[in-house]
């Protein structure tokens, strides 16, 4: 028997035993709902292995963010909060805050104000979403809380670069990160009730059922549509800095646009609702830890090089598809964790590439490239964090054992060098950088056609143009597809006629499909571009700055290592300069 209903069963029903998950809570900010989370808290500080193990190795002494905005009330139980730093904070545990700035922010540290706020920083002039955080500070009983905005001197670089140098330890050290999943901008606040009228949120339309419990009695549950809640879809998730702050921090608490939710290095829960409903979208970074990431690979696959590689090149995934408000940002907010990966691997790090698997790191290509070539330098061409939009990896395997007969097996890297635009910040901002490799190259030749004439090969059928262009199942004509890294060049498919049987060789010819007449640089007649093998199925395409540097275009990668070996056979080594 089932009737309609939407209001939740008592606290006191006998089901409620047996039944742990209960109906989501429109009141995010109900005294309850900070009491479960202090109780998560507490147990999590007291009961979870790994979270104790972390706790006992921390050395806050010397870990401490330089400053902290301290929470606390007046006697008339009025919050009260002011900028200490290091050397007068009491060794208190501090609250971390994960957020979308969104709008220029009109409160913010700076080298006038800095003397003031030491007595008392103005409450209700602070954006919304940073009052709410101190609140749930408050609420918790902590007496810190760092937040970007107001701990950083915001018109003093120098004081910019040394506190992002040291922002893992801040997001790794604090008790938690509060993360403001559901608010696009500062202004917004994330502490006012939820409203469950549009998808994809849950609704509140259960029906209530008979349960019989095992001891006898009779119970109700509610049922209702099983709907999944995807995080990765809040605003927060958009944001390329929050990635970090997330996956550095041992324990976040979300605030989401349906429900409140935690993590910590052990567990999942959440004020009401079900935690297993909660899904990171798969793909991107699939199964890595959303929290404590650089903790958990230390600690427990034994620096399996193959798996922090993989987990690099998911979080770089990850990370390129989400957007910046300042283009120079690009490698500074991926910084933090990328000197907690230098702890593990111990290595030299070239504008978000990492010198053991420096070959296999060229191999990346956009998905969807830019109409443009981007106007402010964030990296050399030959690095990702050259380009703007989501890229990928042309093969995430390990390191691969190349064939005798196949030019990838000439390819090295003979040397790199990137020059950092702050020397006291290794994994930051970079104003040059220069890569020198060794491998099989060739020249191509495009003159605005569709045909370009291609060096090396036998004469052999007939070319078609490819129609198969931007469609996922593509012919078997298909030798190997151009990904440009932006489009005012337009590169596309080569094509050529199936082979006939496995001897014949393909074409002497490559077709460039162009999605749009364009001019070719200079307006020169032809364009050359230098296709130089760095794997068993890729090559980088290339064109020349001047004559002794290059400058990386897009890769080119064949359908399988037989094209590319016939294609490549008898070509010559050739060394050259990537900027």
């Known amino acids: 028997m089932s009737t309609r209903s939407d209001k939740p069963p008592l606290a006191d029903d006998p089901a409620a035993r047996w039944v742990s998950a209960r109906p989501l809570e429109n009141n995010v900010n109900r005294p309850e709902a900070i009491e479960s989370i202090k109780q998560w808290l507490s147990n999590c500080a007291n009961h979870h292995q790994q979270c104790v193990l972390r706790n006992d190795t921390a050395d806050r002494s010397t870990t401490s963010p330089r400053r902290l905005i301290r929470v606390e009330s ?195 829960g959440c004020d009401r609702g079900k935690p297993y409903s909660i899904q990171s979208n798969g793909g991107t970074i699939g199964s890595l830890p959303r929290n404590g990431l650089a903790k958990r690979v230390e600690r427990s696959l034994n620096h399996n090089r193959d798996y922090l590689w993989k987990a690099w090149q998911e979080i770089v995934e990850d990370y390129s598809g989400r957007e910046l408000s300042v283009a120079s940002d690009k490698l500074p907010a991926l910084s933090a964790l990328a000197s907690n990966f230098s702890g593990i691997w111990s290595c030299a790090y070239y504008a978000g590439l990492w010198e053991r698997r420096l070959l296999e790191g060229l191999r990346w290509h956009l998905y969807n490239p830019p109409s443009w070539k981007p106007d402010e330098y964030t990296a050399p061409s030959w690095s990702w964090a050259s380009t703007v939009g989501s890229i990928s990896w042309e093969d995430k395997a390990s390191e691969e054992d190349v064939a005798e007969n196949n030019p990838a097996e000439r390819t090295k890297i003979i040397d790199c060098r990137t020059t950092l635009a702050n020397e006291n910040v290794p994994f930051g901002q970079v104003t040059d950088g220069s890569l020198m490799i060794e491998g099989a190259a060739q020249w191509i030749e495009w003159d605005g056609q569709e045909q370009v004439e291609a060096k090396g090969l036998s004469p052999g059928f007939c070319v078609t143009r490819s129609t198969a262009i931007g469609d996922p199942l593509f012919p078997e004509g298909i030798v190997a597809l151009a990904n440009p890294d932006y489009d005012q060049i337009e590169l596309s498919s080569t094509s050529r006629e199936p082979y006939l049987d496995a001897a014949t060789p393909p074409s002497s010819t490559i077709t460039f499909w162009m999605g749009r007449v364009v001019q070719a640089r200079d307006n020169e007649a032809v364009m050359r571009i230098l296709l130089m093998v760095i794997s068993r199925t890729a090559a980088l395409m290339l064109i020349a700055l001047d004559k002794d540097t290059y400058e990386r275009i897009g890769l080119l990668t064949f359908r399988s290592e037989k094209d590319l070996e016939i294609y490549f056979l008898g070509i010559n080594t050739e060394r050259v300069v990537i900027r």
């Open 74 to 268: 007046d006697l008339d139980d009025r919050l009260r909060v002011s900028l200490v730093s290091s050397s007068d904070r009491e060794p208190r545990p501090y609250a971390a805050l994960s957020y979308c700035w969104g709008v220029a922010q009109n409160v913010i540290l700076t080298e006038a104000n800095i003397g003031g706020w030491h007595t008392e920083i103005p409450i209700f002039s602070l954006p919304q979403s940073i009052q709410d955080a101190l609140l749930v500070v408050h609420g918790l009983g902590l007496l810190y809380l760092w937040v970007d905005a107001l701990c950083i001197i915001q018109d003093s670089s120098t004081d910019k670069d040394e506190e992002i140098s040291v922002m893992n330890l801040i997001y790794e050290q604090a008790v938690l990160t509060i993360c403001v999943g559901c608010a696009g901008a500062c202004t917004e606040g994330f502490l006012q009730r939820r409203s469950f009228g549009e998808e994809p949120m849950p609704t509140l339309d259960y029906s209530a059922l008979q349960f019989a419990c095992p001891t006898g009695e009779q119970g109700t549950v509610l049922a209702k549509t099983s709907q999944t809640y995807y995080v990765t879809r809040e605003p927060l998730y958009e944001r390329a800095w929050t990635l970090q702050e997330q996956m550095l921090s041992s324990r976040v608490l979300v605030y989401s646009s349906s429900q409140v939710w935690w993590e910590c290095l052990e567990v999942k």
